[in-house]
């Protein structure tokens, strides 16, 4: 059957739709709205002065109201003398006498007595606001399409006028719904979650946003899967609000209704959106009402809100304009930077794709990077300095693309500095100390091999490791003295830490020791290649005679010690190699078997950083050390 209606269309398209369907709503939105309420709304029509503002020949300053004539020749040299009858003290703001013509500041005078003592010549109008000076009753003083402004709130009580004709901005309903899904205050009043039930926290991102655009939006009680109810909950609420969101059943599921109800009570507009994340939205028109169900991801839900609810919204205030300005105004764009993509991405082929990324720069080169790209993953969104829409034809983007990133938050770049290398908790620990005083810090998890090989690129600022020479039993030595090139690079032993075998709680298999581990159906997590831990893990292995071959899951590849650790966590693996703050993180069970130094390598260009100073300098910071040692597993240097 062939659908009556677009399917997996162009983003542009999309809105282009929704624009057709509902142009004709944009003229029953005009209302007359007084001023105090009108902030942010689009005038329907020129706004003409009722007043002349003033409405009063007044005073400019404080000073004395007086005839300009009597001031000729006066100067500091030469004062004129006035008599009580020829002059009034005026305020600044107060009426003009009729028989005066001028204001004297009270800095070019002074008084004898009763007499008032002139230091300056003025001339007619001298420190007077004539009537009508800002503006003269009849005057045009906003134009029709011009958004109400707190100054112009102000200007039109000043002109005598009390409401204003403007385009209404529309009203939102949104409809959360799933049987997985349980409100906020459940959520939190319940410590331990059943499995498969999230929090209903897209509505608190939604009021936020709407918060933030100027716009009214109520949320509903979360619908169950049950499409009797769903019908009868969009049916109301296009009865009482302009705009109608449905959060998530968009997909093909056996619990998804959504686009089953938009059928049953209206008509479809379009189905599937080519763009990732945010590919199941649709739409339809009920009731004459745009109806938007939004993808029941936090991203996806996202993008949408910034791609087609904020613009629709615009639209229906008359607010229409560029599609690319509407949507930098909902992310809440600062500005916009052109950044070098400094990891190699793919794109999906004929899909536009958002990225959360973060920006540091290097000498010369503003990189940015994209951040956890999955629809679900909340964090990366929280943590993005900015965002990035890669176009349909994107496809495969290489280190150095030419990247536009949407700056969402203000970032001083000379004072960032960017750090790769090996993964460790306590590092990150160390952002807020370095902000305390004035520097920031970012960080990539790219084991200690990729962050020396980074730092040898000129890709970095820092980079940490801990890399075992199997030859000689020594730690970093060969490796930096082989990506340094003959470069003068620092070294800081921050700390040595234990390394062990991480375990399931209660320790199931009986895993006491490394021969223990590779013994049996052992299931192991491994880390990437060049990570400090896969390093030893394979020296481990040499040892004791063992392949890799012969290690179930050898071949995974986790980037980080809690990445690692969770598989263990959720039962995707018996063990892993890691660090004790990972395995107490998740309750796991932690067997020692090596402590390793945890250097810093900085090349000595970038000592005077004022990053690098504040990240050296809390390396002490004795806040930072308390909680480093709370997590065990570390020794600080004699």
Known sequence: M??????????????????????????????????????GCVLAEDITAHRN???????????????????????????????????????????????????LMVEDSSLEGDDLLIFKSLTPSANVRPLGEDVMAGQIIAREGERVSPALISLFLCAGIDSVPVFKKPK??????????????????????????????????????????????DVSAVVPDDPAILKEKVSAGVDGYDVVLVGAGSAKGRRDHTK???????????????????????????????????????????????????????????????????????????????????VQHSSPAGIEEWLRVKTARVGDILYSWALTSGASVLWALA???????????????????????????????????????SDDPAIQLLVTPVRRRGGDLVSRAVGSMGGLAALSRGECHLAAAHLLDDRDGTYNDSFIERFAGGARWERVLVFYRTQGMIVQKGNPKNIHT?????????????????????????????????????????????????????RVFT?????????????????????????????????AKY??????????????????????EAMGGYRWPD
């Open 571 to 603: 039962g995707l693996a018996d063990a892993t190699l890691g660090i004790k703050s990972a395995a107490d993180a998740l309750g796991l069970d932690f067997i020692p078997l090596a402590e390793e130094p945890y250097e810093l390598v900085i090349p």
């Open 383 to 421: 943590e993005a300095d900015g965002i990035a829409l890669l176009p349909a034809s994107a496809l495969e983007c290489e280190k150095g693309t030419d990247v536009k990133v949407w700056m969402k938050r203000r970032v001083d770049l000379d004072r960032r500095i960017l750090f790769q290398g």
């Open 172 to 217: 939102t309903l949104y409809i959360p719904t799933g049987d997985e899904v349980i409100e906020r205050e459940k959520w939190l009043e319940d410590p331990s979650p059943r499995s498969g039930t999230v929090a209903e926290s897209n509505s608190l991102f939604i009021e936020a946003s709407f918060r933030e655009w100027g716009y009214e939006v």
């Open 2 to 39: 062939v659908a009556r209606y677009s399917e997996h269309i162009e983003l542009v398209k999309a809105l282009d739709l929704l624009k057709e369907a509902f142009s004709d709503r944009i003229l029953k939105n005009i209302t007359e709205m007084k001023i105090s309420d009108a902030l």
């Open 260 to 342: 089953e109800v938009f059928e049953e009570l209206g008509e479809m507009i379009f189905r599937w959106i080519r763009m990732k994340p945010g590919r199941p939205a649709m739409a339809a028109e009920i009731k004459g009402k745009p109806v938007i169900c939004l993808p029941g991801f936090p991203m996806s839900t996202t993008v949408v809100l910034w791609s087609l609810v904020y613009p629709l919204l615009s639209f229906l205030s008359a607010r229409d304009g560029d599609r690319e300005l509407l949507i930098r105004e909902a992310v809440g764009c600062s500005e916009t930077w052109d950044t070098k993509l400094l």
């Open 514 to 566: 490394f021969e223990d581990l590779c013994a049996g159906d052992n299931v192991f997590s491994n880390r990437q290649p060049g990570a400090g831990t896969r390093v030893l893990f394979d020296h481990l292995l040499k040892q004791a005679g063992k392949l890799p071959s012969e290690i179930k899951g050898y071949e995974q590849q986790c980037t980080t010690h809690m990445e690692a650790a969770n």
């Open 53 to 103: 503002v003033p409405h009063y020949a007044a005073s400019a300053v404080d000073g004395y109201a007086l005839d300009a004539s009597s001031t000729i020749g006066a100067s500091q040299a030469t004062p004129a003398k006035l008599g009580s009858s020829s002059y009034r003290w005026m305020n600044t703001g107060a009426d003009i006498p009729h028989w005066a013509n001028a204001v």
């Open 607 to 628: 000592m005077d950083h004022p990053a690098v100073r504040a990240l050296l300098e809390s390396l002490s910071d004795s806040e930072w050390r308390g909680t480093v």
